[in-house]
């Protein structure tokens, strides 16, 4: 992978408001964005969420920023890089907020039963080759219960009543970002560590789960991940499914 500083040493472009800091930086990849820089918005009028979801994103509260990267991983990869970018983000919160967060497959990141987190990676495929990946994060740091979106969601703040402040967020998890793709670029075995690390995380591994596709749902065991980083689920009939990135999410019943 091109190594691309994206810690505290990378620039940082600040807004006020954007629509979407991930829109942002696909307008302007190859508009002279250059990799690694990170756009940071204090709020978002449009922040979106993987498929169809919004991200609600009032000011000031949370953190919400996106930077792209080139990296040189296959496609094939992508999943589990952004299970790698779960881990990374769930770590540098834990240490942090001196909290345990889990995670829910595929990028959402949890505090005590519910979502304070997600990773939305977009990439740009030519040729068979990953030549942009976006990556953005939004989490939901000191909003208060009225400024969530709905029950399920959670803030740091609303959870222990403790206030984080975001620079120094930003900043954790930037240097966390920039391990994790010094690793990926430099250990062949990135992926067994990845999987791994990600089940240690993992809020709902051995449970029961329900999948979501555009068509068709059923339920079942989630009991690890494939290779490149599916949900593997144990069904009723005891085959065990692979479930692909992208068009399927899990809910735990
Ligand atoms: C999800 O949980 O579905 C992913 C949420 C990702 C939200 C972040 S906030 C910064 C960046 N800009 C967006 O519009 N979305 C991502």
């Given at each position: 992978m091109a190594i691309t500083r994206?810690?505290?040493?990378?620039?940082?472009?600040?807004?006020?408001?954007?629509?979407?800091?991930n829109d942002y930086v696909r307008h302007?990849?190859?508009?002279?964005?250059?990799?690694?820089?990170?756009?940071?918005?204090?709020?978002?009028?449009?922040?979106?969420g993987r498929g169809t979801n919004k991200w609600t994103s009032p000011p000031g509260v949370g953190l919400y920023f996106s930077f792209y990267i080139t990296p040189e991983i296959?496609?094939?990869?992508?999943g589990l890089f952004s299970l790698a970018v779960s881990v990374a983000v769930a770590n540098a919160i834990s240490?942090?907020?001196g909290v345990?967060?889990?995670?829910?497959?595929?990028?959402?990141?949890?505090?005590?039963?519910?979502?304070?987190?997600?990773?939305?990676?977009?990439?740009?495929?030519?040729?068979?080759?990953?030549?942009?990946?976006?990556?953005?994060?939004g989490l939901n740091l000191n909003n208060r219960p009225d400024q969530l979106p709905c029950e399920n969601a959670g803030s740091i703040f609303s959870i222990t009543g403790l206030r984080l402040n975001k620079n120094i967020v930003l900043s954790r998890l930037l240097v966390s970002l920039n391990?994790?793709?010094?690793?990926?670029?430099?250990?062949?075995?990135?992926?067994?560590?990845?999987?791994?690390?990600?089940?240690?995380?993992c809020h709902h591994n051995m449970k029961k789960v329900r999948i979501f596709g555009d068509d068709f749902e059923f339920e079942g065991?989630?009991?690890?991940?494939?290779?490149?980083?599916?949900?593997?689920?144990?069904?009723?009939?005891?085959?065990i499914q692979a479930v692909?990135?992208?068009?399927?999410?899990?809910?735990e019943v």
């Open positions: 994206i810690d505290k040493e990378s620039a940082v472009l600040r807004f006020k408001s954007l629509p979407s800091t302007h990849i190859g508009r002279g964005l250059e990799p690694g820089t990170v756009v940071v918005a204090e709020q978002q009028t449009s922040g979106r296959q496609p094939h990869h992508l240490t942090l907020a345990k967060v889990s995670l829910k497959w595929p990028n959402d990141i949890f505090f005590r039963d519910r979502k304070i987190g997600g990773i939305l990676l977009e990439s740009v495929i030519n040729s068979g080759k990953v030549e942009h990946l976006i990556v953005g994060i391990n994790l793709f010094h690793i990926v670029s430099r250990q062949k075995n990135w992926t067994t560590t990845t999987r791994n690390n990600w089940l240690e995380l065991r989630f009991v690890g991940l494939s290779d490149i980083g599916e949900a593997l689920v144990l069904r009723e009939d005891e085959q692909a990135f992208g068009r399927f999410s899990l809910r």
